[in-house]
């Protein structure tokens, strides 16, 4: 069986050499294994992301991909991106992607397609378009006739670009999976065949396949016959398959995202996961025949507004700029200690695979310190206003990204507490010219104290979108700006001019005056002989957008953990170069310069943690409904009570943990009803947590309830003196009866899994001192 799979790896160099005209080749889905021309074949490939690597470097890109031992590439579709006006299509430049698989066919890679509709991957809203939301009462990701049609009408455009670049038309397509992880998010079979069968009719010949998390739920919800299922997982290989042979005993083993590294999120610290963390897991899969897709090989940028956010109603985490991913192959394309040690684990399986050589580095630049000038004010620069009643959400106005103002004037006393509902994502507030505070969704902040006299007044709201919600239920929520009206001590406010600021073209926008505590555009210029790739310093700068030569780099953020922005050669001029931001903040001083390594560091927000200072629990008195002891193994663990609890807060209370340690670490928590069934999360805030780790790790109580179970909720790490128990309190959103409790520990017994705990429930929030 060794000789047979490496054969067909090395038949990849004859499918390199001599393209697909001349060789027509088979993929078929045997019982325990894959096909190629008839014979076993390993699948070892790699994700990445054609609209997220500048298309002058795809080929470098893929010559490292082949240079690393991966015979296949695996790439998501897009859809806001190819349809962002409904009916406009887009497959050029950047999105071209019959030049991109005919890039990789020359390469000697294989394609694995991701059409989507829904992708996920940290995109903005999973990669659906926003216009879909304009339609209040659309149900994404479902059979709704407000939804459905649009998607059937992509699938057929986009097979229209790929289907000839399909295997069973001499291309280099080997399967084209329906949906995304779908058995996470729903059950609608109905929906589901609607996609296979459009993609047949469409077109599509080769074999169709569907990915999910490992577990037999996910597997029932999600699956549906003539397609074939996968797993993703970040870890415990052997355990998953073992698991996933149970319910899908006669497919090949494939794990179809892999996951690398993991992604970042505005005021948390950049994720490392070590190749040590990750190379037991591969060895095994290549080992024992295991087909693997490394999710991210290489992650690239998401530039403009696409980067995506992880959230719900009380929590929302938006994405960095860069989508780096700690992925073998970094932001920039260089190889890194993961590239060197997954090469070896393949190259040990495969001793004869003769690999070609690394492409040469891309050549780097530094560039030298220079100025940023004051040339447009944002306020100077307003379209014409449109007028309503209560504020519009920009979808609603056909707004996709960007910004929107929102004015209101009124006559008489303006005191009291302002309500802004819902605040999508972070507001700035002005009243009569004066930047009064800002509202930042991030914390769960909707109202603010006014204080002004009789008389004239204007109130300005700027709210800002940071990326919509690209996984769960929230994605059918996710409309920005003001969403639920503006409210004056519990009073509407009614009357709203409207202006529109999508921000994706720049050009137009006018030199003008100056106002204080408005968003102003800068301009700076650089000249150089030679290009190459470097990396933007802004950490001179505060928060705001950035655009290279009219081109939209992305947001920065003093509060990282991304301080640099990556600027690829090709997207260089020599000569001069002009740089624009639009600066939100208070910046220590207007320059930039040009660096050849990025920069990580977060400046972590204490306003993010969910305990204010010197705030302490007090439990004493409190409701206390169960004690218990929590199990040392991994996977999910389902505690009942032994009745059932009406309640609307609970505190979970770690009093020790395996191994002695003083951590408390927790991946996911669910609370339950009388029937079993989970309460949903999107209800959960979370209220109080004694203690959160953002210094050696990223650690916040909100990582309880997001729904990834790479993610965890970390109290601070033992040298900082701070010893069990520890507590975790949750508002689930209203009154309900509570059955009990659903735990999943955290993958790494030495993180502090608890062991003896204490559950307590109460229908008024818990004392606090």
Request: glycine share 10%; proline share 5%; hydrophobic share 35%.
């Amino acid at each position: 069986m060794i000789k047979q799979y490496t054969f067909i790896l090395l038949c990849m160099l004859f499918f390199s050499a001599h393209g697909t005209a001349q060789t027509r080749h088979t993929f078929e889905i045997g019982k325990h294994d894959f096909f190629l021309d008839g014979k076993p074949f390993q699948i070892i490939s790699g994700e990445m992301h054609y609209a997220r690597v500048p298309r002058p470097y795809w080929r470098d890109r893929l010559k490292k991909a082949r240079a690393m031992g991966l015979n296949t590439i695996c790439t998501y579709m897009f859809w806001n991106a190819h349809e962002p006006v409904e009916g406009r299509y887009n497959f050029k430049d950047n999105l071209d992607l019959k030049e991109f698989c005919k890039e990789a066919a020359e390469e000697g890679l294989w394609i694995i397609l991701r059409p989507g509709p829904y992708t996920c991957a940290e995109w903005d809203l999973g990669g659906l378009p926003s216009w879909l939301l304009k339609n209040e009462h659309v149900v994404l990701r479902s059979a709704d006739t407000a939804y459905l049609p649009h998607t059937l009408r992509f699938l057929d455009r986009a097979v229209q670009e790929f289907k000839n670049s399909q295997i069973t038309n001499g291309g280099n397509i080997l399967m084209v999976q329906v949906e995304n992880e779908y058995g996470e998010y729903g059950s609608d079979k109905g929906y589901l065949n609607a996609i296979k069968q459009t993609l047949r009719d469409a077109g599509v010949t080769v074999p169709l396949f569907n990915c999910d998390w490992p577990g037999k739920d996910n597997y029932d919800r999600g699956h549906i016959d003539g397609v074939m299922p996968s797993i993703n997982f970040g870890g415990q290989a052997q355990r998953n398959f073992e698991t996933f042979s149970r319910y899908a005993p006669d497919v090949p083993r494939f794990n179809s995202e892999f996951w690398t590294g993991w992604f970042d999120y505005w005021g948390g610290k950049h994720e490392v996961h070590a190749a040590k963390e990750k190379l037991a897991d591969f060895k095994w899969m290549i080992d024992n025949g295991v087909s693997v897709n490394l999710y991210m090989f290489h992650g690239g940028t998401s530039n403009g507004f696409f980067s995506g956010a992880n959230g719900s109603d009380s929590y929302f985490t938006p994405y960095i700029t860069s989508y780096d991913y700690d992925a073998p192959l970094s932001e920039s394309g260089e190889p890194n200690d993961k590239f060197l040690a997954f090469r070896n684990v393949i190259l040990q399986k495969y001793p004869d695979l003769k690999l070609p050589p690394l492409p040469a580095a891309t050549p780097k630049i530094a560039i030298p310190e220079f100025q940023l000038y004051p040339v447009a004010s944002l306020k100077e620069n307003l379209p014409s206003p449109r007028l309503f009643g209560r504020p519009q959400n920009m979808e609603a106005l056909d707004q996709d990204y960007g910004m929107i103002l929102y004015a209101h004037d009124l006559v008489g006393q303006f005191t009291g507490e302002l309500q802004i509902k819902r605040v999508m994502d972070r507001a700035i507030v002005y009243l009569d010219g004066k930047k009064i505070g800002i509202l930042d969704r991030r914390l769960n902040q909707s109202t603010i104290n006014v204080n002004s006299g009789t008389g004239k007044h204007r109130l300005e709201i700027l709210v800002e979108a940071l990326g919509r919600v690209n996984f769960g239920s929230a994605i059918d929520h996710e409309r920005k700006g003001i969403t639920e009206g503006v409210y004056l001590n519990g009073t509407e406010l009614k009357g709203w001019e409207h202006y529109p600021l999508p921000l994706q073209n720049i050009s137009s926008f006018k030199p003008s005056a100056v106002h204080a505590g408005y968003p102003e555009f800068y301009q700076g210029r650089f000249s150089i002989s030679k290009k190459g790739d470097t990396f933007l310093d802004t950490r001179n700068l505060d928060n705001g957008l950035l655009w290279l030569n009219g081109k939209m780099i992305g947001r920065y953020w003093m509060i990282g953990p991304q301080q640099t922005l990556y600027i690829p050669g090709c997207w260089l001029k020599t000569g001069t170069n002009d740089v624009s931001v639009l600066e939100l903040g208070n910046p220590a001083k207007f320059s930039i310069s040009g660096l050849k390594e990025q920069v990580w560091a977060t400046k972590a927000d204490p306003s993010l943690l969910n305990r204010r200072k010197g705030q302490a629990l007090h439990l004493k008195a409190e409701q206390l409904v169960q004690h218990g002891i929590l199990e040392d193994k991994a996977g999910w663990q389902d505690i009942r009570f032994k009745s059932v609890i009406e309640g609307r807060y609970i505190c979970l209370e770690s009093m020790s943990a395996y191994r002695q340690s003083a951590c408390t670490a927790i991946a996911e928590l669910r609370l339950v009803d009388a029937s079993g069934k989970e309460i949903p999360r999107e209800r959960y805030t979370i209220v109080y947590a004694d203690s959160e780790e953002t210094e050696t790790d990223n650690g916040l109580a909100g990582l309880l309830i997001d729904n990834q179970s790479t993610t965890n909720w970390q109290t601070r790490q033992e040298n900082k003196g701070i010893d069990q128990p520890h507590q975790v309190v949750i508002d689930l959103g209203g009154v309900t009866g509570i059955g009990g409790f659903k735990y999943l520990p955290v993958p790494d017994g030495r993180k502090g899994r608890p062991k003896d705990y204490n559950f307590y429930v109460s229908l008024k929030n818990f004392n606090f001192k």
